[in-house]
């Protein structure tokens, strides 16, 4: 019985100190912030009582209703501010980079991204670095992926290449590109819920699931 205590002990703690460890990570960027005299302050008084509860800021709110593997990742991505001035198709490849893993190094396409794409992925890479050294600092092992290499896929995809052609310039097999592209639609598709994003924005995630959202990705449509 003692050495199980102990044991849901060290458990509880190790939770306990990813959660202050996550903490300390939002609150970093400005996810969070203290009631009364604003971020990094446990003393802010509310009403007259200390309080030390954390409330989100409207990019806090934004990563909150946002699902995925590095929810904090993909909400700085979209509040960024790079991927506002992309096109549809370009929105849609630029998302699947956000949440593309690639399990075998030696996958590849024969597509290129546009250059717009290059440059919007391009702009992500200090907020990438910036957040990788602080989940390291802190021991947090959550995935902060900007994938190029295959995601040119799903930028043709969207421009309407044919799927027996789109299959045909790349080494991975159909079922994975149907994921790559189903994941990419995942997240297209919460966008335009996610708070304190722009209509331009939302409308341009609309556009993009529109364009990828097609036989055999959606297999209800022949």
């Given amino acids: 019985l003692d050495d199980r205590q102990e044991k849901l002990s060290r458990q509880s703690q190790r939770h306990w100190e990813e959660f202050v460890s996550l903490i300390d990570i939002l609150q970093h960027f400005g996810c969070l912030e203290w009631s009364g005299v604003g971020p990094g302050s446990p003393q802010a008084t509310n009403g007259g009582q200390a309080s030390d509860e954390p409330i989100p800021t409207p990019l806090g709110q934004s990563v909150a209703a946002i699902r995925g593997d590095n929810e904090l990742w993909l909400g700085l991505a979209l509040r960024s501010g790079e991927l506002d001035s992309l096109d549809p198709h370009q929105f849609a490849a630029a998302f699947a980079a956000l949440v593309t893993e690639v399990s075998r190094p030696d996958s590849w396409t024969r597509y290129d991204l546009s250059s ?13 670095r910036k957040l990788f050294q602080l989940q390291r600092r802190h021991q947090v092992m959550l995935p902060v992926w900007l994938e190029h290499e295959l995601v040119g896929l799903v930028e043709q995809w969207a421009l309407g290449v044919d799927w027996l052609e789109l299959c045909a310039n790349t080494s991975l097999d ?7 592209l189903r994941r990419t639609l ?31 990705v959606n297999e209800s449509i022949e």
């Fill in 116 to 128: 717009q794409v290059e440059e919007a992925l391009g702009g992500l890479r200090g907020i990438r």
């Fill in 174 to 180: 159909e079922g994975d590109v149907v994921r790559l």
């Fill in 186 to 216: 995942d997240f297209l598709s919460q966008v335009p819920h996610v708070p304190h994003v722009s209509t331009e924005l939302k409308a341009n995630a609309y556009r993009a699931i529109q364009l990828i959202d097609r036989f055999p």
